[in-house]
Every structure is written in C-alpha cells, then in structure tokens.
Nanobody
Framework: QVRLVESGGGLVQAGGSLRLSCAAS????????MGWFRRAPGKEREFVAS????????YGTESMKGRFTVSRDIAANTVSLQMNNLTPEDTAVYYC??????????WGQGTQVTVSS
C-alpha cells in the first residue's frame, strides 16, 4: 500500500519560512514526479511545485518560483518544499502527491500552513 505522509506545516508570521516534507512508502518514485499542491479555503486545488523524472523543478506561478524551492531525496523517497517570504495568501492545506505515468495518482492527507499578517 502506497502512503505519502506530510510534515512541517504550522503557523508562521508573514515574511517567515516553513519547510514541508513528504515521506513515501510502499513503492519508490525514482522515475516519477513528486510534488505539492495546495487548497486555500473556498478555492480550487492549486499546483505548487514538482520535480522528478527527466524534468527540472516546475512551479505553479512566478511568485512561487521566486520564494519556494522543491527538492527530492531519491534514496530516502522523499520530497520537500522550502517556502520563504510567506504571505497570508499562502495559507492553505498543502498536499504531497506522486505520479504514475501522467497522472497524479497518490496523495497525502495534507498539512495545514497558516500565515498570519
């Protein structure tokens, strides 16, 4: 059974930083994408970042690209998201995901990130 478990969420003031981590078990994703999505209250799920396969890091928006860094530890089967200069607009539940083929198939339970102004 594949499991993705996120950690590292919490409450931070605007301008602060958080690092999210996601540990996968049940299979490896060496050749697949792993990444992050988020869902803010009252909004649709939004792509944040991904990394893997033959692709370099991909970010959902220019704002994310300038403030977030996605990284992988293939040997440990983990993906992380370093988030800097956070704003209240970054408040959301952040979900780790892993792909199979062209589909984001596996999902974690999510971790809450709250940024206070």
């Amino acid at each position: 059974q594949v499991r993705l478990v996120e950690s590292g969420g919490g409450l931070v003031q605007a301008g602060g930083s958080l690092r999210l981590s996601c540990a996968a078990s049940g299979r490896t994703f060496d050749q697949d994408l792993m990444g992050w999505f988020r869902r803010a209250p009252g909004k649709e799920r939004e792509f944040v970042a991904s990394l893997g396969g033959s692709r370099g890091p991909i970010y959902g928006t220019e704002s994310m690209k300038g403030r977030f860094t996605v990284s992988r530890d293939i040997a440990a089967n983990t993906v992380s998201l370093q988030m800097n200069n956070l704003t209240p607009e970054d408040t959301a539940v952040y979900y780790c995901s892993a792909s199979q083929g062209n589909t984001w198939r596996y999902w974690g339970q999510g971790t809450q990130v709250t940024v206070s102004s």
